[in-house]
């Protein structure tokens, strides 16, 4: 089960979300570009949060206008939180939770749900883990309830093991290993980060994973599915008193079992080197570029500059206004498909790209070299105040939509203190969107993007090189192709 936090809500999440880059969708909005922005912060102004006995976080965002609860449950464990040699176990494990308990039957939180017209997922991220009810009001005790009881009563035995690696292998080999842009992506991943566990996929290497046993998943329920390390989100139709007795009613009685300690990670070296991945696959039929660069997350940044990395993202690459796609999809016409992004939601270092594709007899080369001439333009000269503004009417309008949604208000908490942010940082973040100014535009964009640091891949058909002119598909008449960046870090 699982869902992708949307791109709208990745830009100002702090989030992702190694889960979801760069304000994409508020982008697309073709009204956003100069209409005023105007935030009201009542919303924000309502959030509570407080700690029961055995550890657990509580957080709480009313939202009455209408019937419907969101409520969320995030683990602060990813499968960057794996032992070497173990890649896999977290996003196994969250498939194991939905299995018996020493209360309930397999499958029977999941009918319940249902039965009552409500929704549930859960995900696993590189730095959480997280499951997902939305129901009406009245049934939130019922879902706390079943909820608690698996953080406590999982019952797992040889068979439910070796079932459920079976089902998670296969998910391995028809996402990832039947898909050639899916397997250039793990290993541009492994390329980028040198040393730190973000090379590892979310859902694992396959010789790995066909190693993983009924030990290993005890041993990780133990360590990490304890309340202390947890965050309990309910977005919706509640209040603070209410969500108080509930939880204390059932998140209360668990134990506190384990102290999974620091999240102390192996962290990169200084990189000093170009590097090159390229993947030829007949299944191919649409060639593509990517470059990226490791930099700062929100959460290992210096003051301002993650800020300064989204705004970058946008004025360079997150909208059909942006630089790259005038230039080279809508001025030059030999892109399908342009744009950048930022990875910036993550505990420890993130990412930056750049990413196209070629259109009619252009080539890989050709965009490559188009969105480079692009950022050495803004390294050089800079961006205008007018093309800043405009970046940040977007971000902060897009903002002012997610609160127009319990479950996204709710992500946004949920992803932003599992990794290592605070209420605090979500209600500042549009006033430190404001104070970004044309300057740290430049400036990140001068330390950061460096060609000498950045790793390249190429997707490209069988015997095909970045410089071979393919036919590629192009848009038909008054078709707009806006940035779709790869989705990365967020796993079923």
Do not use: C
């Not at 230039?327 to 420890?348: I, K, T, W």
């Not at 993130?350 to 480079?372: H, K």
């Amino acid at each position: 089960m699982s869902f992708a936090p949307s791109r709208a809500i990745a830009a100002f999440v702090l989030i992702g979300a190694l889960t979801a880059p760069a304000s994409f969708l508020a982008a697309r909005a073709e009204t956003l570009a100069t209409a005023p922005v105007t935030a009201d912060k009542a919303d924000e102004d309502d959030v509570s949060s407080f700690r029961l006995e055995n550890g657990l976080e509580v957080v709480v965002i009313p939202d009455h206008r209408a019937p419907v609860v969101t409520h969320m449950l995030w683990y602060h464990v990813g499968s960057a939180d794996e032992e070497p040699g173990k890649s896999g176990i977290a996003h196994f494990f969250e498939h194991l939770m939905f299995k018996a308990t020493k209360t309930y039957p397999a499958g029977e939180f999941s009918r319940k749900v249902a039965e009552i017209g409500g929704q549930e997922n859960a995900f696993t991220s590189y730095d959480y883990t997280a499951f997902y009810q939305q129901v009406a009001p009245q049934a939130l005790e019922m879902v706390m309830t079943y909820e608690a009881d698996r953080m406590e009563n999982l019952i797992l035995n040889e068979d439910v093991v070796k079932t459920e690696r079976d089902v998670v292998l296969e998910e391995r080999r028809s996402r990832i290993d039947g898909d050639p842009g899916a397997l250039l992506a793990e290993e541009v991943n492994a390329t980028l980060y040198q040393n730190h566990p973000y090379r590892m996929p979310v859902i694992g290497w396959l010789h790995e994973m066909e190693q993983l046993n009924l030990k290993d998943a005890l041993a990780f329920y133990e360590k990490y599915y304890t309340p202390n390390n947890a965050t309990l989100v309910v977005s919706g139709d509640v209040d603070l008193d209410t969500v108080k007795a509930l939880t204390e009613k059932t998140y209360g009685k668990v134990p506190r079992r384990a102290d999974p300690g620091a999240r102390v990670r192996p962290q990169e070296p200084e990189q000093n080197t170009k590097r090159t991945v390229s993947m030829a696959d007949p299944r191919v039929s649409q060639p593509s570029f990517q470059k990226m660069w490791l930099v700062p997350s929100y959460t290992s940044a210096r003051p301002g500059e993650a800020e300064a990395l989204d705004l970058l993202s946008e004025v360079l690459g997150g909208s059909s206004r942006s630089r790259i796609y005038q230039a080279l999809v809508v001025q030059d016409g030999f892109a399908a498909s342009a744009g950048a992004y930022y990875q910036g939601g993550s505990l420890d270092d993130g990412s930056f790209g750049i990413y196209g594709s070629p259109r009619g007899s252009a080539t890989l080369t050709d965009v490559e070299a188009g969105i480079d001439a692009q950022i050495a333009r803004i390294i050089k000269d800079g961006i205008t105040a007018d093309e800043l503004e405009k970046a940040r009417n977007r971000f902060l309008k897009s903002m002012i939509f997610a609160r127009d949604s319990q479950s996204s208000m709710a992500r946004i908490y949920g992803s932003t203190l599992s990794t290592g942010q605070t209420i605090k940082d979500i209600q500042e973040w549009p006033d430190r969107i404001r104070a970004v100014k044309v300057q740290d535009i430049q400036d990140v964009a001068k330390r950061y993007l460096v060609d000498g640091r950045s790793v390249t891949s190429y997707l490209m058909p069988e015997e095909g090189k970045p410089d071979q002119k393919v036919e590629a598909e192009t848009p038909a008449a008054g078709e707009t192709q806006l940035p779709e960046p790869p989705a990365q870090g967020v796993v079923q």
